[in-house]
């Protein structure tokens, strides 16, 4: 079915929340451990002054007070960088750094576009430094890493509906990599996390299934698109780069992560596709059969991998530097549209048929044709419509990945289980669709 990017509609979801709700509401399970944990050390050292007079309690407290304010002062010291921090999984990546990263003093957003949540950010006790810029402008770049210890590399153009040229997704993901690196070396910023992607291995141009493979798993890796090209050019410059002295002397520490299909709050297509079912009286049409698995895994857990492998670059760079870390968690295998189902059924939506409807040679023929149209159309109008020969093909080709390689490195365990990855989803497009009424 040709799915075209969609506005606003109102749509029959149930529960009602205003979008802000996601955000503002935004805490992880266990969040509250850091403060409860406090809380209750407090407790206990009360506990033991109780028999005690008081002056001697509030002495003992006060002295506790103090201890804690200097070893805060003393963890407290680090600097890091998030670029693309104002996109999708971006967002995500700063606010799981503010709740779980302890030793920030320092979180600098860099992104073309900064978003209006991150004033809500300033209030808090690390220091948010927003910064409008682009990674394709060295200079810009560099003067946002100088300084920084850490570099979480997330910005990317994401774009495989044909939205923007091949050349400026090159200029965007493997020169503002290259700039990112440069950057690294030249003001001697030691730890470089870059977001890859399951693309960089595939679906490859061939159609091969990739199933529950693993980073060893051999694979034909071979793309034509530019999307997939330009990320795993930078991914293997982000790679070569692990070992290269920065200023100072010290080897730069690299890795990359690469996600399956990110789902979760805020999620583009999810919305896009939503609200297509929306105009189709509420209806979904089966296109890719329901044997097809297609990895996904909750943006939430993706996030908290970065911050972990931040966190344990730092420990382990001989073990963790030059790797790659595939992005998995508890969600299920399923295909593309069963999987979207687990949200947009909750919200009133139905896929319908077992198989698909169309037969394969002619849906091939309907993304052909957009594609066709997509280039007659160019010169007076973007028509960029989410079914073409590129994205039928990663539909349509099993990939999912099956590994334990993060748990083994650097102990990661996903922090939002399904259950929970389901339901935040479900509630964020909820919330989407009250505000759209
Ligand atoms: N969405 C997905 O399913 C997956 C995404 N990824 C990767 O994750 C990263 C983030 O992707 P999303 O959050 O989905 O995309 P997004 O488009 O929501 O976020 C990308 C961010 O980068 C910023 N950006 C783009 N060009 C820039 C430039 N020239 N200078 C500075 N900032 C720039 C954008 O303004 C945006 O805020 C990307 O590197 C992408 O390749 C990897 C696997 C799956
Ligand atoms: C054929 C249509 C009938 O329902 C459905 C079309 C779905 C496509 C738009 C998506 C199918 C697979 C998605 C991609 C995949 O999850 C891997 C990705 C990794 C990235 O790094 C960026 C996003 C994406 C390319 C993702 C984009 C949307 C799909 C092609």
Redesign the pocket.
């Known amino acids: 079915?040709p799915?075209e990017h969609s506005g606003h509609q109102g749509g029959p979801c149930g529960k009602r929340v205003g979008e802000e709700g996601w955000r503002l509401g935004w805490s992880v399970p266990g969040m509250a451990r850091r403060e409860e944990q406090a809380e209750g050390d407090n407790h206990l050292s009360l506990a033991g002054n109780e028999r005690r007079p008081a002056l001697v309690a509030s002495l003992g407290t006060l002295g506790l007070w103090l201890q804690d304010m200097a070893d805060s002062a003393q963890a407290q010291k680090l600097v890091y960088l998030v670029t693309g921090g104002c996109g999708f999984l971006g967002e995500h990546v700063v606010r799981m750094l503010l709740q779980q990263e302890p030793r920030l003093r320092e979180l600098r957003i860099f992104d073309l576009h900064l978003g209006p949540w991150l004033e809500e950010l300033k209030t808090g006790p690390v220091q948010v430094t927003a910064i409008q810029g682009d990674v394709t402008q060295a200079h810009e770049v560099a003067a946002a890493v100088a300084g920084a210890h850490v570099v979480i590399h997330t910005a990317g153009l994401?774009d495989?509906f044909g939205k923007a040229s091949p050349e400026t997704i090159h200029e965007v993901n493997v020169q503002g990599t290259k700039n990112v690196i440069e950057a690294c070396v030249q003001t001697g910023t030691q730890f470089l996390v870059y977001t890859s992607?399951?693309?960089v291995v595939g679906p490859n141009i061939k159609g091969h299934p990739f199933y529950r493979g693993n980073e060893d798993t051999p694979y034909e890796a071979v793309h034509r698109h530019p999307?997939p090209s330009s990320?795993a050019r930078a991914e293997q410059l982000v790679l070569e780069a692990n070992g290269r002295k920065v200023r100072g002397g010290l080897p730069l520490v690299t890795c990359a992560l690469r996600?399956?299909?990110i789902y979760g709050e805020g999620h583009q297509?999810m919305r896009d596709i939503y609200y297509q079912g929306l105009r189709l009286g509420g209806r979904?049409f089966r296109?890719?059969p329901a044997s097809v698995e297609?990895g996904?895994v909750y943006v939430g857990n993706v996030a908290w991998m970065h911050v972990l492998v931040a966190r344990e670059l730092q420990q382990r760079p001989a073990l963790m530097g030059g790797q790659v870390y595939f992005c998995y968690d508890k969600s299920p295998y399923k295909s593309?549209?069963d999987f979207n189902m687990e949200f947009l059924g909750p919200c009133g939506l139905r896929l319908v048929g077992t198989r698909p409807l169309l037969p394969y040679w002619l849906?091939m023929l309907l993304a052909a044709l957009n594609a066709l149209l997509q280039w007659l159309l160019r010169p007076l109008l973007l028509y960029a419509p989410?079914?073409n020969p590129?994205?039928?093909a990663?539909?349509?080709t099993t990939f999912t990945v099956s590994t334990n390689k993060a748990q083994r490195h650097f102990g990661y365990e996903p922090l939002f289980s399904w259950e929970e990855s389901r339901t935040r989803t479900i509630r964020w497009m909820q919330a989407m669709d009250s505000s759209a009424q």
């Open positions: 079915m799915v994401v495989v992607s399951m693309e999307y990320k996600p399956t299909g297509i979904l296109a890719i297609h996904r593309y549209e849906l989410l079914l590129y994205t039928l990663m539909a349509n």
